[in-house]
Each structure stands twice: as structure tokens, then as C-alpha cells.
């Protein structure tokens, strides 16, 4: 039975291993999409896999990772969905110039397929839903939808078509547009962009032959539309490379319609290594194992099972502090390092692969705060030997993971990194780092917070168990507090003196900011409240569960509602009613734990006057 | 005496109140409670309003400054009670109350003598400039021409981040006997051209069309506006004619016109005290045609198929091909009068009478073969002010009708035109309205003002926009010569001139992040180069007062826009820094000492070797009907016992 008990942690973590190595293989009457993965194309801003541009722009219309055939409900990656997306559409039939050109300009579904009809789009925004009238269990829209929808008007008397209206109001002074216009503008761009993705118009995959082709110079780069639909003769293609290209595009796509799939992969691949030979002359062509280290890093996900494997950390160490099993303890700490490991990788992968730095996105964010969060963990809870603490900032680490894996971090589009150079770049490192950290800092606070909320809310005897609780609680608390108030200090000097250096402006008052200052000032005030003895253990928790909403509210502010650099969420897509959910939900946890722990005490007050006296150093 | 000891007390405990704590966390909290209702602002009612109700108010700089005297009476009562008590030097607390210090004054500095602006250049071009231009400020220039030569008179204003409410007024003062006065200011405005009833009831007609597909949705809408000589519009595939008949008789020609014996040079009605007489024109040139018996006679002198203004001041045929019918008449009147008149196939109603002054008893409608009807719709507006309309459908006409406002007319092919307005006498009414602009949408819509300007007991209204190319500058003839206005931006001078250079290649690899970069010149007034640099993000050029910052990014994919610099001038830089840094150090070791503190004694507490001192300072003590409690700290904090608490 000892055997058996001691063995387990590591058949567990060997079928977790088996189930990370393991992929699933793909079905022999399913296409080998992994060809389609890595071609190469220009989203404008960079050159990157396929399955990359794919992912985020599913991700971006419905908030979903990958989803279902409409036909054999069998999951599909965004890979597959796009490439039968195009395979099918049926305007490849006739690639004459003339063709493509109308096409182009068209806004209707003539012959809606099996795509067509997939709910594709989230919508949420409450007045589009309305306008649109959607049933309230009805979260996506399909093209098809859209295309025949109609929209009811005050100022017209009957219904409008929601594509002939948007055309209208694209003709007209873009600001002066209200919300549910710029909403339905939006939505009709979004049908306007699929019919150009399906008709591969935007997809950008060869750069044009004889120029220097960027990634950021987008005319620089031909759609498989202009490679498909252009006269190409021995004048303007030289080298018969982009009609060898369009007859293995299209006989890739016979093949596909047929069901013969070694042709299809055959035709596929030779797609694949001309469309590389086409790329040569493009100097910022990524090589193929950066490719792959993309490919890999977008089916492997590691924040996905990093975020997995600190919430098995958490519950595992607070199992084995709970019942002291020292072995649940220890695979609780060994899973901890492994997930802390993960997420570092995928970090650095992310960063080589993207070019991005540290704090640029959501995704990165949400990596650094979440390693930050552990690492503060492991090392008070070394200092004061509680692994509960540890167990808390694995379960920070898990959330933080989750907000970084999930589709939402999709949607805000990552800050444009700048070049290192001089006291600029080592300011914005500073400030990068310092707030990351910061943010970890308060996070895992919060964590303790809540954690120590909980146990106040569970337990009838006020006096002695909080004041054992209170002193872990407070001491972690106040050091977390500590090095998160030092860290946004100097996130926000650095990123200040980075401002002036580059903006030459210092401080401007800008939401961000001005939210940040208030975090600051307010988590300062929490600290001066405990040195003046103002708030003991109890306050410390309350407080700091309440400040961290400004944490939130700051992220929400700067993103959601007065986001600078354009980073603005679409409201349109997304709701920003979640945040307020969660804001809600944590205010009323904090003001239950007040009620409940008041309504102990004044009963133990009853009881025992003279010991809550004596021991009431936990308020 | 009294009034001194008074003032002493008062002033002692003002002073004690602004030296406490109590008062540090009092203004953060009112400083915390702007800046709330600031982000608000922002957020309802965009970035400039925050700037101008809150940032850049006058209170908030006051609430600032108050909060620097607090910190600095703070100081100075640490530093008395230092000496006072002997004891050890605060030295976290102080160093960071000099550096907020420090931080304020320059933020102060930059508030009174700083300048922030922006200068832009054309990208791709290369272009130059000697000044930049503030965005705080609005100027308004008046140059005035006097014999003494030209006179300017520029008027620099705040003019605030909302529409001015109505009434409101600015006197920009007088100058050589005009006087300019603002009467109107619309912050983002919109220019617009729109018809309106015409109060005077001596302009053409105006109807506002809409066509419309078999599902009545909207395709376009358009105004179709008419001179006495008619009008047209022109909406998608289709045309539209609004024609102000001036006698009743011409309902005929529009609603029945010859169509069948029109013969080569086509037929001429002549409309002559209530009556219409047709008579075709073949054969007829150079011949009298009697208008029925009423003794008045047409004289058809000349024949133009195809007619052209000469440069003698009549008319010429440019070929004998029927494209613009036009005949040369001649009206013998009873009295003996002759006059000339003109009558053009493809504009019926057109006269030359603005031309010779003359005005013609007898109305002509010249209807020849060569017009062709176009597809669309035709009105016509009775003298009464009754409209009829007729459609032409794939080439021909449809019977009139009398339409009104609201009726639909069938165009074929599944459209339909529907009357939206429709003013009987409409005229222009142009000038800027309000519009609401989104946020972070920039300044598309520039500031408008109504301008009044009064010159000898006359005054009139002009509407200018900010800094817009069309619209900023306005001429106005007066009893006292031209005077030029302007509305823009201040402009100020950056010391030197500014060469954008064409751009090279500034773009970035896949691997390599994009930066902002710009290639430009300094150039002296004797135009000698003095530095030449590459504008990149991280490195912004400081030539001068000013630094430069590029605002935008490159964007090769659109060469025609501007590049923006941020032309700051910051006089409060190195104070802020040192306060930054001062802050940092001072609090990293207040927070230090707190915490050792903070955990030395949370982990004696919770070992049990607390002894001595600390022993007292940890255990609660009850003085005097008070509970003295422990603080993390070890400051004991009074609170009044509860009725269960006492000893």
C-alpha cells in the first residue's frame, strides 16, 4: 500500500508526460494539413506560418481556438478551416482576370456553402445583438447571416439590410459614427474581409519577384489570388515560377475536391517548397526551423499546460500542507518547477519567434507575471516554510496563465516593440521588468488575501486562529506588498524617463497612468494604514483583496475602454462585462468575509470578553 | 494685539494641520477623487475635455502645489521634532518627501514655462519649416490694408475644448475702425451645404430625392435644386430635371410634348397671354410667325444645330450637327418693339434675359428630335407651386402626375424614386455645424468660429475653420480697404529651419522590430546645414530649446501623409529626474526598515522570544479605560474599549 501510495505522483506524471509527447494522430482520411501550417505569409506587420495568421484571426472573429466541421462535427484546427475555407470557395472555377476583378467587388453570397453557414463571428455587444435580433442563447453569427440581415432603424421605415447600411455609413464622417453604427461597421468589414480571405485575396504568401519585399510592405507581397488570377506569361514571369505556382495551387485543389489525398499532399507539398523557392530573394524570409519553432510552439501551447500544470501544483501542496503528506508536497513543488520551466521556454520561444519583448502583449504579460508570481511564492514561502503560500501563488500563476492562453489576449493587438538602443530601450527593459514583477507581487498578495479571506470565512473561532493566520498572512502579505509598491515605483519612473527620452514627454496624464498612480497610492496607503497600526491582519487582507481591483481596473481601463497605441479591445466582439463581473463578484466576497468575520467576533466577544482582548491584534 | 494672538493660534494650528499626515492623506484622497473624475471625462467626453476641466485646470495645479507645501511643511516639522526629541534621522521619510518635492517644482516649472507642440512635414518630400505649431492655443489674425500700408493684428486665445453655448460672445477688439467679435465657436465642426426654405420666396425650388430599390431600401439621396432655368442632378445611372415653369401654358409642352412631327428643325411653342401656339420650324427660318391673333410676331432670324457662345458675343454653329439646337428669335411686339430672344432645345427654360436685360412677354419651348429623354425623372413646378413629374423608362415617357411629398415614382428595373422634401423657393445655406467626434479619432474636424466683423456701422458674419487650407482665410471688401482674416493654431518659432529629407529605406525585417524613423536637417538663417540626423523612437534629436520626437510611424504604404514631430520643451527635466530618483532611494529604504522591522517582530511574536521592550510593546495594554493594541510595528494606537471590554 506504501508502494502504491508513493508510486502514484509518478505514474500520474508519467501519463501527464505521455499525454504532452503524444500527439494525436491525424486520421488517414483526413488531409495532412501540416504542410499548409507552415507556408509562409504576410499578415503586414510580419512574415509567419500559416497556421499562426490563422489562428489569430479565428481567434480574434469568435473567440475559439478551433471548432467543429459543420459536416462530421469533427474538430477542426484553424489551419484545416481556412484551407478547405479556400479549397471550396467556388470562384477558383473560372480564374480569369475579368473573374477575380468582379469577385473582388462583390459583396454577396451567391452560392453559400457549407462555410457560409458556420457561426463564425461573436458578437456580444448588446445594441448589435438587438439591431440584429439575435435569440439571447445565440452567441455567433455565420456569414450567411450576416449577408441577409436586416436592421431596424428609427429614422427609416422599414428594415435595412445591414451590409447596405454599413456601405452607407463607410461613406460617411467616420467619427461622427455611434456606437451601434461603428459596431455594424465593423461586423460588415468582417464580411467583407472573409470574402476576401475565402477568395485568398488577402493572403499574402509570395513575395513579388525582383523587389526587395518586406514584411511590413504589404503591396510588396502577392495575394495567391493575384498569383492565381494574373496572365502570366515569359514577360512578367520570367521564370514560369508563379504559373507553376497557380497549377499546383490548382491541382491541389482538384485533388482536394476529388478525395484523392496523396495527390492532395503531394500537390501540397510541391506548393510548399515553391512557394520557398519564390521566397528566396526576400531577405526577412524566416528560416524553416523558425517556422517550425512557431508551428511547434502554437499546436504545443505551453502556457495552455503550464496554466494546468501550477493548478495540479496548487491543489497537490495544499492537499499535502493540509494533511501533511509530505510526497504531495513534494510532487506539488516538483510540478511547480516543471510548469515554472515550461512557461520560460515557451517565453523565449515566444520572444524569438515573434520578435516581441516582454510586456507587449496579453500573452507575454500573463507569462512574466504569472513566473514572477511563483518565484516571489517559492521564496517567501522558503523564508517562512509555509507551503500554503506556495500553493496560493501556483494558483495566481494558473490564473494569470489561463488570461494569457485564452482567446481574449487574441483580441488586444500587441504594442510595436522598439529597438534597443541607448538609455530608451534599458528604461523601457526597467520599466517592463519592474511592472511585471510589481504586478506579480500584488497578484500573488491578492492570492494570500483571498486564501486568508476564506479561512476567516470558514472558521467560528475568531480570536486564536486568526491571530495564527494573521501572522503568516500579514507578513506575506506585507513583503509582497513591499516589493510590488517598490517595483510599480520604479515601473513608473522608468516609464516616465522612457516617455520623455522618446515622447519627450514625462507624464501626460494619460489613463494608464493616472490609473497606475492611483494603484500606487492606494496600496501605499495600505502599507502607511499597517505602520501606523491602523489595520492589522484582517485589514491587510481586506484591503489588499479590495486595492488589487484597481490593478484590475487599471489593465481594463488602459485596454478596454482608453486604450493607447491602438491597442484598444473591439468592443463589438467582446464585452467588457466580465471584468465588471469579476470586480463585482470580489467586492461582495470581501464584503461577505467583513459581515462574517464581524458577526464571529461579536459573538466571541459575548462568550469571551476578556480573550478577545487579549489576542484581538487581527483586525 | 488681540487680532495677532488670533491669527497666531489660527495660523499655529493651520499650520500644524498642513504639517500632519492627516492633510497628506486628505489631498491624496481629493487628488485621487480628480483624477477619477477625470478618467470619466475622458471617457465620456474625450481627452480634451479631461486636459482642459481637470489636468490643466488652475485648481489642480493648486491641489498639487498644496500638496508640495504639505510635504514641505512635513519635512520641516520632521526635521524640528528631530532636533526637539535628539533622535535618529528619518532618512527614507525625507528623502522622498524632498523628492516629491523636487518632482513638483518640476512639474511646476513645466506647467508655467514649458511648450509642447507639434511641427509636421510632408513625408516623402523635402520640405522645410522654421516654427512649430502650439495646439493649446488658437490665433486669430486680422490684417488690415490702410494707407499707411498693411497692418496685423493677431489675437492669441484658449478657446476651450466644447462648443461655445449659444449667446456666448468673445470681443477680439478693434483695429483702424473694424472690430471683430466671435460670436460662434463650434470645436469640432463639420462643413455643410444644405437647401432651406427660402423666407423671401424669390429662389428656385429644391427637392430632396431618394432613390430606392422594390424593397424601399435606401440607395442614395440627393437634393435637386433648380435656377429659373431649371436644374439637374444626377443620382447613380439616372438623371433628374426640375424645371420652374413660369406660365402655367408650359404644362402642356411637359406633358404632351410633339413627338411624332417634329420634323428636321423641330417645333417651337410660344407661350403668349395664356395660350400656347406651336408651330414647326422647318421651312420657317428667316420668316414672321404670327402668335395666334394677339398681333405680336416671331421672327425665326437663325437656325444653330449645333451651338456654341462666340466670342463676339452671339452665338455660333459649331457643325451641322443637331448637338445643341438653338434658335435666334426675334419678337416683333405690338407697340412696334423688337426684341431678341433665344430659345435652346436641350434647355427650355434657359433665356439670355439676365444677359441683355430685356424681359420677353412671349415664353418659347423649342422641342427638336436631337433631345433625347435619359433615363430617370423629370419635374416640373407649376407657378402655384404644384409639382408634376413624368419618368422616362427605358427611353420612354411615362404619363405626368402630380406628386408631393412622401409619393414614390416608379423608375423600372426594381427602383423607385421617393420624395423626401420638397421647398417650393429653397436657397443655400452653407457655413459649419457640430459634430461628435469619437475618441482618439486626432483633430479631422477642426474648430470653426462665426466671425462678426463691423466696419461703419455695417457688420457681417464669416465663418472660418481652423488651420483648414480651403477655409481658414477670409477676404472681406470694406469702406476701409480689404481686411484679411485667419484662423489657426499659434505658431512659434523653433530657432532654425527644419529639413525633412525624402526617406530611405527605413523599414524592418521580420526579426528586427519597427521604429519610427525620419531622416532631417538643421539649416541656419544663412542656410548652412548645422546637423543632419536620423529621427528614430529612441533617439529624438535635442537641437536648441526643443526636443523632437517623432509621433508617427513610417508607414511605407502611404506616401502622402505628413510626418509628425513632438516639439517639447521641458524647463522642469533635470528636477524631475532627481525627484524620481530621490523617491526611489527614499522609499526603498523606508520600506526596508519597515519591513525588517515588520518581520522581526512577527517572527519573535510567533517564536515566543519576545522579551523586554518588545515584550511590552507586543502584549495590549489597558491605560486609563483605554485598550492600547500593538500595531505590526510596535506603535501602540488608543481605541475606546466596547462596553464588554472593560477591565
Redesign the interface.
Known sequence: MTMIVRASPWVFALRLAMALVCVPVAASESPDWSTWQHLRVSDG???QPLDSLARTMLQRASLWTSISDPGSGEPLSATALYVQMLLEWHGWDDVSPGVQHAAAGSLHLPYPDRWDRLPLWRVDAPPLRRALGLQPDQRHISPLEVSRSKVQLRD???D??LL?WAA?LAAR?????APLE?QALHLAGEFRDYLDWRGGRQLKCVPRQGR?A??????EWLSLSEVVGTPWDSTNDPLGLMRSLRDRFLAARRAYLAGDLNQFDCASMDLRDLMSQAGRSC????SSRMLSAEVFWNQWRPFRWAWILFLLAAAMTACGARKDWKWCRRSGWTLAVSSLLVVLVGLVLRSVVT?RVLVAGISEWGAGVASGAVLLGWTIALLDRRSWIMSVAALVAAVSLWCADSPLAALVLPR????P??I??VSWIVHGISLSLGLSALALAWGLANAALLRWLRTDEVPIVCQGIG?DV??AI??CL?IG??CL??GL?SG??HA????????S?Q?HE??L??TL??YM?I??A?????I?AFGLAVCNAGCFMLVLMTWF?ATF??GADGR?MNLSVASPGFVLLIMIMQLGYVSLSVYRYRRVRELA??RA?SV???N??S? | MVVLNYCRVWGGRAWRFLASSRCTVFILLVLAMALVFGSWLELVQGREHAQWHVYGAGWFAALLGLLGVNQLAVWAGRMAGRRERCGGWPVGESLASAGLLLLLLGAAQAYVWGVQGTVSLPRGQEKETDVFRDPSRSVITLVHSTPRGKVSTEIVAALGPADWDAGRELDLGASHGVSVRMVKYVRHAVHYCEWVADEHSYQGPALLLRLQNARDDEVATQWLAAAPSGGEAILGPTGYQLWPLPVTTMLEDFERPPVESLGTFGVLSMHYQGRMYRVPIDGAVGTQLPVGETGVAVEVVHYYPDARPSPQGGFYSRSERPGNPLLELKVHLRDGQTMTAWAFAKRPLLTMEGVTGEVCPVRFWYHHGAVTPTPGADFAQMPDGMLYCRTTVHDYRTPVRRVQVGDTVPLGSQFNLRVLQYLPHARQDMGFRSVAVSQGAGDRNEAAALLELCYDGTCQQIWLQRGDPEYRFASVLTSQGRVMLSFDYRKLPLGYTLRACPQRGVLSDGDKPATAVSNIELVDEEGRVLRRQTLTASQPLQAGLYRLCPMTKVNPQRSDDSQVWAVTYDPGRIAKYAGCGLILIGLSIMLWRRVSLFCRLAWSAEAGEVSGEQTDRLEPSITQGRVLVPSPLGRQRARSPSRSQTP
Open positions: 506587420e510580419r512574415i427609416r421605415g422599414g435595412t439590410p447596405i452607407q464622417n467616420q467619427e461622427s459614427l461603428r526587395s518586406t514584411p511590413e510592405a504589404g503591396h531577405e526577412a524570409y524566416p520578435g510595436q516593440p522598439l529597438t538602443d541607448g530608451a530601450a501572522g500579514a507578513r506585507h513583503r513591499t509598491v517598490l515605483v520604479t519612473v516616465a524617463i520623455d527620452l522618446t515622447q519627450g514627454r514625462f507624464w496624464w489613463p493616472i490609473w498612480l492611483l497610492v492606494s496607503g502599507l502607511q499597517a505602520a501606523t497600526g491602523r492589522a481601463v475602454l482608453l484598444r466577544s459575548r470578553p478577545l482582548i487579549a484581538d491584534t483586525r
